[in-house]
């Protein structure tokens, strides 16, 4: 199990859904945006219940490792849509709009470098 810092919440979630998250977070930070995730968490009550996080690059996010009497959480279509979301490069969660702007060669807004065959004269 993990205990998840954010904010001011203290979240008590299963190993993978707390890497999981972390990756989004990563991904997000990269690509200068942010999004939301949802994962099961573990009430006081052991109750698991869905919580939504709002990520970006300057949420700090501090996860430690913890041992619980409570079962992990599983949820598998949660944890699928959550790896999708990490997934870099285009998805179906729409990070083309994000990644759109941004190439192999530079930041947006800079002028790519021009290529020529032998004999060309470039553009």
């Given at each position: 199990?993990?205990?998840?810092?954010?904010?001011?919440?203290?979240?008590l979630?299963?190993?993978a859904?707390?890497?999981a998250?972390?990756?989004?977070?990563?991904l997000?930070?990269?690509?200068?945006?942010?999004?939301?995730?949802t994962?099961?968490?573990?009430?006081?009550?052991?109750?698991?219940?869905?919580?939504?996080?709002?990520?970006?690059?300057?949420?700090?996010?501090?996860?430690?490792?913890?041992?619980?009497?409570?079962?992990?959480?599983?949820?598998?279509?949660?944890?699928g849509?959550?790896?999708?979301?990490?997934?870099?490069?285009p998805?179906?969660?729409?990070?083309?709009?994000?990644?759109d702007?941004?190439d192999?060669?530079?930041?947006?807004?800079?002028?790519?470098?021009?290529?020529?065959?032998?004999?060309?004269?470039?553009?």
């Open positions: 199990m993990k205990r998840i810092l954010i904010g001011a919440a203290d979240l979630t299963g190993d859904f707390s890497d998250l972390l990756d989004y977070a990563v997000l930070g990269r690509a200068g945006a942010t999004g939301v995730a994962i099961p968490v573990v009430g006081p009550d052991g109750c698991v219940q869905p919580a939504r996080l709002l990520l970006g690059p300057g949420t700090p996010i501090v996860v430690l490792s913890t041992d619980s009497e409570h079962p992990e959480p599983v949820d598998a279509d949660a944890l849509e959550l790896r999708e979301l990490a997934r870099p490069g998805t179906t969660a729409g990070w083309t709009d994000v990644y702007d941004y192999v060669f530079g930041l947006p807004g800079e002028p790519l470098p021009t290529t020529t065959t032998a004999g060309d004269e470039p553009a």
